[in-house]
Antibody
Framework: EVQLVESGGGLVQPGGSLRLSCAAS????????MSWVRQTPGKGLEWVSV???????YYADSVKGRFTISRDSSKNTLYLQMNSLRVEDTAVYYC????????????WGQGTMVTVSS | EIVMTQSPATLSVSPGEGATLSCRAS??????LAWYQQKPGQGPRLLIY???TRVTGIPARFSGSGSGTEFTLTITSLQSEDFAIYYC???????????FGPGTKVDI
């Protein structure tokens, strides 16, 4: 079964760090384009980052310089390292596969909640 | 930055009725437009990509149309499981942005 399972969310203070993980099954993370998307009640769905072939990575302006997307082929896992966290980073974070030649996010995880608060 | 808008914000329909959801882009995205369905506590589910191509396994009552800046998701004969929030998303920008619309809630 094709599946993505996120983990690593939690409560962190402003300025802190957190690393999210996304374990894939049924397909190979390293052979696919992968992305992170977050969702808040106030701002809806917001794309965060994408990794294409090799190490080509892109980020939303709101997280550029603070977040890093990466993947480990041996663990078939996608990561999102989040540093210098802000209150406005509070959201449910989803990992997703970018399928159909980059046209759309075809497989999504169930999400992991990140709360940034003092 | 491409801004996506959706209308209406909420659509109240009865089971068996049809629904038409609109999505507009602030500039042309060609046909690089996808539609997602999201139910409470779940991640979004891809329904349509390329503006009009239905994903395998998605019922034929879902159809997408449009190009450029105006897009439509049509649901014919709504079933109980179709009551959800629907989002459109563009993938035309480079560098990538993957901007989402604010969503349309379809409820009873």
């Amino acid at each position: 079964e094709v599946q993505l399972v996120e983990s690593g969310g939690g409560l962190v203070q402003p300025g802190g760090s957190l690393r999210l993980s996304c374990a894939a099954s049924g397909f190979t993370v390293s052979s696919n384009y992968m992305s992170w998307v977050r969702q808040t009640p106030g701002k809806g769905l917001e794309w965060v980052s994408v990794v294409y072939s090799g190490h080509n990575t892109y980020y939303a302006d709101s997280v550029k310089g603070r977040f890093t997307i990466s993947r480990d082929s041996s663990k078939n896992t996608l990561y999102l390292q989040m540093n210098s966290l802000r209150v406005e980073d509070t959201a449910v974070y989803y990992c997703a596969r970018l399928g159909y030649d980059g046209a759309a996010l075809d497989i999504w995880g169930q999400g992991t909640m990140v709360t940034v608060s003092s | 930055e491409i801004v996506m808008t959706q209308s209406p914000a909420t659509l109240s329909v009865s089971p068996g009725e049809g629904a038409t959801l609109s999505c507009r882009a602030s500039q042309s995205v060609s046909n690089n437009l996808a539609w997602y369905q999201q139910k409470p506590g779940q991640g979004p589910r891809l329904l349509i990509y390329g503006a009009s191509t239905r994903v395998t396994g998605i019922p034929a009552r879902f159809s997408g149309s449009g190009s450029g800046t105006e897009f439509t998701l049509t649901i014919t004969s709504l079933q109980s499981e179709d009551f959800a929030i629907y989002y459109c998303q563009q993938s035309n920008s480079w560098p990538p942005e993957f901007t989402f619309g604010p969503g349309t809630k379809v409820d009873i």
